[in-house]
T-cell receptor, first 116, second 112 residues
Framework: EAGVAQSPRYKIIEKRQSVAFWCNPISGHATLYWYQQILGQGPKLLIQFQNNGVVDDSQLPKDRFSAERLKGVDSTLKIQPAKLEDSAVYLC??????????????FGEGSRLTVL | KNQVEQSPQSLIILEGKNCTLQ??????????LRWYKQDTGRGPVSLTIMTFSENTKSNGRYTATLDADTKQSSLHITASQLSDSASYICVVSARSDYKLSFGAGTTVTVRA
């Protein structure tokens, strides 16, 4: 079974530039998550999708971050304009929908962003 | 505020030795607790998931324990191997909204 695919694996940009990350979840997984992981910290949820609808985006900095999940499958996360503090690994995860609970999360390899 | 605290922040052990990582949480009401292993430069991989009624769960040389009364969990690594060098993250799910609270992780370094 193919895992969660993410690209690019690495990206270096200058501040104020834009960047986009792509995620393809495991086939059949209705729930998709984007996490930001700063070095030495645990992942922080940015946005959670259920199919193509947003379940939770309370911690997404909406002035610069945006995400979409068209057709309920692939998802893209965009940052525009980037700031130095956006340097982090962006993890995508997916899970099966579980009634009344959170399913087991399967993570991608992550996209490492460096903002100079 | 739901919080997950892990200790120690990092540890170094010799190959073949055992070690125990701690996780304390304030998440309430509790749904389940998960331990993930994250190799450097990779995404986290699930080791165990424990519900309220489970006290112990093993996955090979990894054994997780849960004390829901004291809101503590531990992850014991037996006969460590070089491949155990990684960050171990404790994650707790709340039964109220099923949101996941992540700890900062414990970095384990196994040396030959």
């Amino acid at each position: 079974e193919a895992g969660v695919a993410q690209s690019p694996r690495y990206k270096i940009i200058e501040k104020r530039q834009s960047v986009a990350f792509w995620c393809n979840p495991i086939s059949g997984h209705a729930t998709l998550y984007w996490y930001q992981q700063i070095l030495g910290q645990g992942p922080k949820l940015l946005i959670q999708f259920q199919n193509n609808g947003v379940v939770d985006d309370s911690q997404l900095p909406k002035d610069r971050f945006s995400a979409e999940r068209l057709k309920g499958v692939d998802s893209t996360l965009k940052i525009q304009p980037a700031k130095l503090e956006d340097s982090a690994v962006y993890l995508c995860a997916s899970s099966l929908y579980v009634q009344g609970n959170t399913g087991e999360l399967f993570f991608g390899e992550g996209s490492r962003l460096t903002v100079l | 505020k739901n919080q997950v605290e892990q200790s120690p922040q990092s540890l170094i052990i010799l190959e073949g030795k055992n070690c125990t990582l701690q996780c304390n949480y304030t998440v309430s009401p509790f749904s389940n607790l998960r331990w993930y292993k994250q190799d450097t430069g990779r995404g986290p991989v699930s080791l165990t998931i424990m519900t309220f009624s489970e006290n112990t769960k093993s996955n090979g040389r990894y054994t997780a324990t849960l004390d829901a009364d004291t809101k503590q969990s531990s992850l014991h690594i037996t006969a460590s191997q070089l491949s155990d060098s990684a960050s171990y993250i404790c994650v707790v799910s709340a039964r109220s909204d099923y949101k996941l609270s992540f700890g900062a992780g414990t970095t384990v370094t196994v040396r030959a």
